[in-house]
């Protein structure tokens, strides 16, 4: 049998996390073969609630869950972890801005991070998804030096379904006939939707989204608006942020990662910038890139049209003005 994978959640008593602990013991992240050790780390306000989640998998017996940690104390929480999933954080109440939990968000990063630095298992791979969660992962690496770069990511997978989403539904096709889309930059609302490269499976064989939207303007307006704003307005009417598309999404993004995007696909997640398309290096950005032996690579060579690179720019730099924000408090 093959040996179990430490998964960690932190924030495991939140929203995502309610959602996302059952799919990970289900297999939804890294397959029907793979018995899963959960980790779930909360804060002690949360204590009682995550011994309720912890409760609730015991009954569900999952055949592949081989044990559950849930603990209040972060380095337990991070001994030998496979696989972090970085979802607790302070969260952004109604009025605030994404970078106005930043300065909340320093010290969990920093004491996260080096508890993971120290305690994980080698080649141990994180996701951040707490929000700011570009900014995060930056500070995320900053206190965790002993991880490698390549080993940090963030999530953009929930912006990139959506964006296949909304391109299926605009040429009435199921989202699995779209590939291809691409989200740039910043999880928040300068990201850049393009389906300026995605393509269609038809009958008649793959056509180019963009020769078969002829509605240029939708494409370049009411298309990226409305990717944009899909957490807002899932917000206004569930009364609460999205945590179940968030959870699906984040079990995608580690799947790809480390079990390899099917040949000819590419998919979105936030890396740290080598420079690539001229984006700063050392920030984290959203890149198309293709997986494989449990790396992923960012796919090159993509033509860039003028008003690609205008959007590209501007979320580059909320990143770099967010980094430099982030820093003002790494250094105190
Ligand atoms: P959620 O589970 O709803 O969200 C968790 C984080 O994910 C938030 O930062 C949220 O951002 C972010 N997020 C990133 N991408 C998305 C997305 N696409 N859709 C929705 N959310 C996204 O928050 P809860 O408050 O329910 O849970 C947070 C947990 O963290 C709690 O259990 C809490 O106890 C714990 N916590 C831990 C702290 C610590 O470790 N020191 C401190 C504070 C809380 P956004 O807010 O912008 O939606």
């Known amino acids: ?28 992240m890294l397959g029907p073969d793979q018995p899963i050790i959960l980790h779930m780390l909360d804060i002690e306000p949360a ?67 080096s508890a993971l630095a120290e305690h994980a298992a080698p080649n141990c791979k994180v996701l951040v998804v707490t929000n700011p969660a570009n900014t995060n992962a930056v500070i995320f690496k900053e206190f965790a030096r002993s991880i490698p770069e390549k080993n940090i990511t963030c999530l953009t997978r929930l912006d990139h379904n959506r964006t296949l989403s909304q391109i299926a539904e605009r040429l009435n096709v199921h989202n699995s006939d779209v590939k291809n889309v691409i989200v740039w930059g910043n999880h928040s609302s300068t990201q850049y939707p393009d389906a300026s490269h995605a393509t269609i499976t038809t009958t008649s064989g793959e056509k180019s989204a963009r020769e078969l939207i002829a509605d240029q303007h939708w ?24 945590a179940l598309s968030a959870a699906s999404a984040a079990c995608d993004h580690i799947r790809d990662w480390l079990h390899g995007t099917p040949k000819g696909t590419w998919v979105s997640m936030g890396v740290c910038s080598d420079g690539s398309y001229g984006i700063q290096p050392g920030l984290f950005y959203s890149f198309p890139v293709t997986c494989e032996n449990e790396e992923w690579s960012i796919v090159q060579g993509l033509e860039i049209d003028e008003f690609s690179r205008l959007k590209m720019d501007a979320t580059a730099q909320e990143l770099i003005e967010e980094k430099s924000f982030a820093y003002s408090f790494i250094n105190q």
């Open 47 to 113: 204590a009682e609630a995550l011994k309720g989640v912890q409760m609730e998998l015991i009954d569900a017996a999952f055949p592949l869950l081989k044990g559950v940690v849930a603990t209040t104390d972060v380095v337990e929480a991070c001994k030998r972890v496979n696989v972090a999933v970085m979802v607790g954080g302070f969260p952004c109440k109604e009025g605030m801005m994404r970078k106005d939990v930043l300065p909340k968000n320093v010290p969990i990063y920093r004491a996260h991070a």
């Open 219 to 242: 494409l370049h307006n009411e298309f990226i608006t409305t990717v944009q704003q899909r957490g807002d307005v899932i917000l206004k009417v569930r009364k609460l942020s999205s």
């Open 1 to 28: 049998a093959r040996a179990p994978v430490r998964v960690l959640v932190t924030g495991a008593a939140g929203q995502i996390g309610y959602a996302l602990v059952p799919m990970i013991a289900r297999g939804i």
